[in-house]
Antibody
Framework: QVHLQESGPGLVKPSETLSLTCTVS????????WAWIRQPPGKGLEWIGY???????NYNPSLKSRVTISIDTSRNLFSLKLSSVTAADTAVYYC???????????????WGQGTLVTVSS | QSVLTQPPSASGTPGQRVTISCSGS????????VNWYQQLPGTAPKVLIY???QRPSGVPDRFSGSKSGTSASLAISGLQSEDEADYYC???????????FGGGTKLTVL
């Protein structure tokens, strides 16, 4: 049973870079896609981006200029960096395995428990 | 403003059947599969329906999904109190080249 766990600072100052890590256990990170999704307090879900175990990435165009997702297959983890954050980036950040087959199928399963990141000085 | 449109709320009494709609366009629902996620209060979302109508193991057959044209629906029959949650539809969008979500529907069991 694959399990995902997010970790990182819960408070980030405006204009700084948000950095989170997702550790995958119970299975190999290889041969799959891995994604980040966020949810502002009381609001809906927003896809941030995903990475393939080979390192290829795809980002939400609305965040592309500020997002970097990387992967470390030797440590079975992948990471998110979001630069120049503002209060609008305050959200619960989830990592998830992305089951993706071109445009034929695509869903997130399982999800991590999520971690709240607040942007405030 | 979400790319996929869902009603913000829905409700029903125990045992009833409720339906939640999800409306999109030709670039998302019209040409790709739809997935539904259930988010119980205070927890992470989990996949409820994938590929329009398929249920992961462990999801009761009270939950069913369908798609027609640029719209999709989630139906819950035999409503139970533990079904009270937020429900999100999602699909791949060819224009965005990524995943889009609906705004979510809060289901209340009266």
């Amino acid at each position: 049973q694959v399990h995902l766990q997010e970790s990182g600072p819960g408070l980030v100052k405006p204009s700084e870079t948000l950095s989170l890590t997702c550790t995958v256990s119970g299975g190999s990170i290889s041969s799959f896609y891995w994604a980040w999704i966020r949810q502002p307090p009381g609001k809906g879900l927003e896809w941030i981006g995903y990475i393939y175990y080979s390192g290829s990435t795809n980002y939400n165009p609305s965040l592309k200029s500020r997002v970097t997702i990387s992967i470390d297959t030797s440590r079975n983890l992948f990471s998110l960096k979001l630069s120049s954050v503002t209060a609008a980036d305050t959200a619960v950040y989830y990592c998830a395995r992305f089951l993706y087959g071109d445009n034929i199928y695509n869903w997130f399963d399982p999800w991590g428990q999520g971690t709240l990141v607040t942007v405030s000085s | 403003q979400s790319v996929l449109t869902q009603p913000p709320s829905a409700s029903g009494t125990p045992g009833q059947r409720v339906t939640i709609s999800c409306s999109g366009s030709s670039s998302n629902i019209g040409s790709n599969t739809v997935n539904w996620y259930q988010q119980l209060p205070g927890t992470a979302p989990k996949v409820l329906i994938y590929n329009n109508h398929q249920r992961p193991s462990g999801v009761p057959d009270r939950f069913s999904g369908s798609k027609s044209g640029t719209s999709a629906s989630l139906a819950i029959s035999g409503l139970q109190s533990e079904d009270e949650a937020d429900y999100y539809c999602a699909a791949w969008d060819d224009s965005l080249n990524g995943v889009v979500f609906g705004g979510g529907t809060k289901l209340t069991v009266l």
